[in-house]
């Protein structure tokens, strides 16, 4: 029984030491003798003791590195702290075990140099506003010196920018002056177009009054022409009438009489209204002028 078990013992210890299960998530690279034998993929593979043996295990999954903060200058010399992560995968086992040294190092150490490189060649505002561009460029950068190290960098992500506190300071009085200044802006538009609005009014109620004045004048106009022919037409009625009755017998001494009366009512009437009294020299003259009436009234017999 003890015999037994001895050899059931020393039969899984020379298994343990021929056999080797690679994980799911790993590959090892196998060295005979000192020199690359062979990747082992995920499964069970077999080792010759002493001559073989397991020189590098890599992870086959896509890994993220933490970068770490490090102080670059922008274009515009604006001092910033920047940190970041980076996203890679091992493609090929072997350049990850002999083509670099240390691929996780030299991927980190990369990704910060090349983050330094292109934000010097971006203004602060650029960093915040062109960040997927400053991303992409830094897997490109990177990707192409990978090729030989055996990975494949899928992407960057710039994690913090952070800028120092006198520039934040700096920032936000820019950021004040700004709001200000759109503040003063959208005030004097919105009083420019008061201004507008009011003169727009002013104008078409000017344009009202005119319209208005020139149709009360024309209005005016048409009621003393209506007027003026109104009143002619009644003076040439009249004068027809006046005619046609001096025409009649006994109209001659009729229209005599009206006017000898009319005269001495306008006579009168001027000589209450004068200042100074006044009296015909020459009473002869009256005569002279019943006869000029008389001339009158025959001009308008004939």
């Given at each position: 029984?003890?015999?037994?078990?001895?050899?059931?013992?020393?039969?899984?210890?020379?298994?343990?030491?021929?056999?080797?299960?690679?994980?799911?998530?790993?590959?090892?690279?196998?060295?005979?003798?000192?020199?690359?034998?062979?990747?082992?993929?995920?499964?069970?593979?077999?080792l010759i003791?002493?001559?073989?043996?397991?020189?590098?295990?890599?992870?086959?999954?896509?890994?993220?590195?933490?970068?770490?903060?490090?102080h670059c200058i922008t274009k515009d010399n604006i001092q910033v702290e920047i940190d970041g992560l980076v996203y890679l995968k091992v493609m090929d086992p072997q350049l990850a075990s002999y083509g670099i040294g240390d691929y996780r190092n030299a991927a980190i150490n990369m990704?910060?140099?090349?983050?330094?490189?292109?934000?010097?060649?971006?203004?602060?505002?650029?960093i915040f506003?062109?960040?997927e561009t400053l991303n992409e460029t830094i897997v490109r950068e990177i990707d192409k010196a990978s090729k030989s190290w055996g990975i494949k960098v899928y992407r960057y992500e710039v994690a913090n920018i952070s800028p120092s506190t006198h520039v934040v300071t700096t920032l936000e009085k820019q950021m004040v002056a700004e709001r200000d200044r759109r503040a003063d802006i959208t005030l004097a538009t919105a009083e420019k177009?008061?201004?507008?609005?009011?003169?727009?009014?002013?104008?078409?109620?000017?344009?009202?009054?005119?319209?208005?004045?020139r149709q009360r004048r024309i209005n005016i106009a048409e009621g003393r022409a209506t007027e003026i022919s109104l009143l002619a037409q009644a003076q040439a009625e009249g004068i027809a009438m006046v005619a046609?009755?001096?025409?009649?017998?006994?109209?001659?001494?009729?229209?005599?009489?009206?006017?000898?009366?009319?005269?001495?009512?306008?006579?009168?009437?001027?000589?209450?209204?004068?200042?100074?009294?006044?009296?015909?020299?020459?009473?002869?003259?009256?005569?002279?002028?019943?006869?000029?009436?008389?001339?009158?009234?025959?001009?308008?017999?004939g």
């Open positions: 029984m003890t015999l037994i078990t001895l050899l059931v013992l020393a039969t899984l210890i020379i298994l343990k030491i021929l056999l080797v299960i690679v994980p799911m998530r790993e590959s090892f690279v196998v060295e005979r003798l000192g020199k690359f034998r062979a990747v082992f993929q995920p499964g069970l593979h077999l003791p002493i001559i073989d043996k397991v020189a590098y295990r890599h992870e086959i999954r896509e890994q993220v590195f933490d970068i770490p903060a490090q990704a910060q140099t090349t983050m330094r490189s292109e934000v010097g060649k971006l203004s602060l505002g650029e506003s062109e960040r177009e008061a201004k507008i609005n009011m003169s727009e009014g002013e104008r078409q109620e000017a344009i009202n009054h005119s319209v208005g004045e046609e009755a001096i025409n009649m017998p006994g109209g001659n001494k009729a229209i005599k009489m009206r006017l000898v009366d009319q005269f001495v009512t306008e006579l009168g009437t001027i000589l209450e209204g004068a200042d100074i009294s006044v009296l015909p020299s020459e009473m002869a003259r009256v005569k002279g002028i019943f006869e000029g009436l008389d001339q009158v009234t025959k001009q308008f017999k």
